[in-house]
């Protein structure tokens, strides 16, 4: 079932969840809504359910208009963060509850719902726990309960709102992957709510950027990795680095006087002298060991290809080396912020930096925005 979001706002007293905000989700997709929060997501995802009422627009199930019907003529399965499974019962009749729930002209017979919540316990590798109450189990694999008991009625939506926020970070991954694997046996167009960006990049067909009630960027994960569409999307997706400085003429300069450090910007090649901001991530940072008398002059500027910094911290653990390094030009980073950079564990052993060293700081890949 393809749904269509048309100019969807919601008001909360004064505050705007959501600003006109409209969306097409394909049949079968599997689409993460991403942002911080307070970003409005979660309330697009209830009112898709029908669990809330938007102020103005539409919601569309294959081209028919549902706004005004009720959650329970949506045919839509719902999975919360904290489970929500009722504790009196096992887990077999938590299961089986939406089938038993049905008006008695649609209701399965005690039979074929035994044989229903068989099959989809045995899909999310849970038969063996049927008898069992939600107490005695894990948080993963009460969560996969309460994902086949939404699955039980057969939605033609699925719904999940931080459906793995309540669990630790290795059964998160592992939960990761099975829901990957399971939508793509089952097909139900699916969206699901995550302010993990790790989350979103590694699950979903599409991801949806949200941020202060409005839509930032949609796309494949690779896509907004790869070409974000706005500041808020580059800081949001991972460790980034921000710089600040003057776009002209297709360069961007970070620093001032002597010491500025010039990053080409073609995409800006029309810009006059205007403010700009350039985003770059830890391991797409080059450094080295800073050697006395290197500096050349051309053009009046100093050519060091790089920021001067001196080496606070160096954190190595497994493959990577992190190091934090703080700008010795004050106006070269954010307000003089910490530069971070990331570098293989045998290359941070074979330049010998210690602590306290000075280096230079090269940005191999930046992403350059000017100000407004």
């Known amino acids: 079932?393809?749904?269509?979001?048309?100019?969807?706002?919601?008001?909360?007293?004064?505050?705007?969840?959501?600003?006109?905000?409209?969306?097409?989700?394909?049949?079968?997709?599997?689409?993460?809504?991403?942002?911080?929060?307070?970003?409005?997501?979660?309330?697009?995802?209830?009112?898709?359910?029908?669990?809330?009422?938007?102020?103005?627009?539409?919601?569309?199930?294959?081209?028919?208009?549902?706004?005004?019907?009720?959650?329970?003529?949506?045919?839509?399965?719902?999975?919360?963060?904290?489970?929500?499974?009722?504790?009196?019962?096992?887990?077999?009749?938590?299961?089986?509850?939406?089938?038993?729930?049905?008006?008695?002209?649609?209701?399965?017979?005690?039979?074929?719902?035994?044989?229903?919540?068989?099959?989809?316990?045995?899909?999310?590798?849970?038969?063996?726990?049927?008898?069992?109450?939600?107490?005695?189990?894990?948080?993963?694999?009460?969560?996969?309960?309460?994902?086949?008991?939404?699955?039980?009625?057969?939605?033609k939506v699925l719904l999940l709102d931080e459906p793995f926020g309540a669990l630790d970070a290795k059964v998160r991954k592992e939960l990761r992957r099975w829901l990957r694997r399971l939508h793509d046996d089952l097909h139900v167009t699916s969206i699901f709510v995550t302010h993990d960006q790790e989350e979103a990049l590694e699950v979903a067909d599409r991801v949806v950027l949200m941020n202060s009630g409005v839509v930032e960027q949609v796309g494949s994960p690779q896509d907004v990795w790869d070409h974000p569409a706005s500041p808020f999307v580059y800081g949001f997706l991972g460790d980034v680095n921000l710089f600040n400085g003057r776009a002209h003429e297709g360069e961007m300069l970070i620093g001032e006087g002597q010491r500025t450090v010039r990053l080409a910007s073609p995409e800006h090649s029309g810009v006059q002298d205007s403010k700009a901001f350039a985003y770059v991530r830890p391991h797409d940072l080059e450094v080295r060991r800073y050697k006395a008398g290197e500096e050349n002059h051309v053009d009046g500027y100093r050519d060091a290809r790089g920021i001067t910094a001196k080496l606070v911290r160096a954190i190595v653990v497994g493959p990577i080396a992190r190091l934090e390094l703080l700008p010795l030009d004050a106006s070269a980073a954010g307000s003089g912020d910490i530069i971070e950079a990331h570098l293989g564990a045998q290359q941070y052993q074979e330049l010998g930096l210690k602590e306290g060293e000075t280096v230079v700081v090269t940005p191999r890949k930046a992403r350059v925005f000017v100000a407004g």
């Not at 904290?82 to 039979?111: C, I, Q, W």
Request: with cysteine; proline share 3%.
């Open 1 to 155: 079932m393809s749904i269509a979001i048309r100019n969807v706002s919601k008001d909360f007293g004064t505050f705007k969840a959501l600003k006109d905000v409209s969306l097409d989700i394909e049949s079968g997709e599997l689409v993460a809504l991403l942002g911080p929060s307070g970003c409005g997501k979660t309330t697009l995802l209830r009112i898709i359910a029908g669990l809330e009422t938007a102020d103005q627009g539409n919601i569309l199930f294959s081209g028919e208009d549902t706004t005004d019907v009720h959650v329970r003529e949506r045919n839509v399965g719902f999975v919360f963060q904290h489970y929500a499974l009722f504790r009196h019962m096992t887990v077999f009749d938590n299961v089986a509850f939406g089938l038993r729930m049905k008006p008695r002209a649609t209701r399965p017979s005690e039979t074929i719902i035994k044989q229903k919540v068989h099959e989809l316990l045995s899909l999310v590798q849970l038969d063996w726990l049927s008898d069992r109450y939600p107490a005695q189990l894990s948080g993963g694999q009460r969560q996969r309960i309460a994902l086949a008991r939404a699955l039980a009625v057969e939605p």
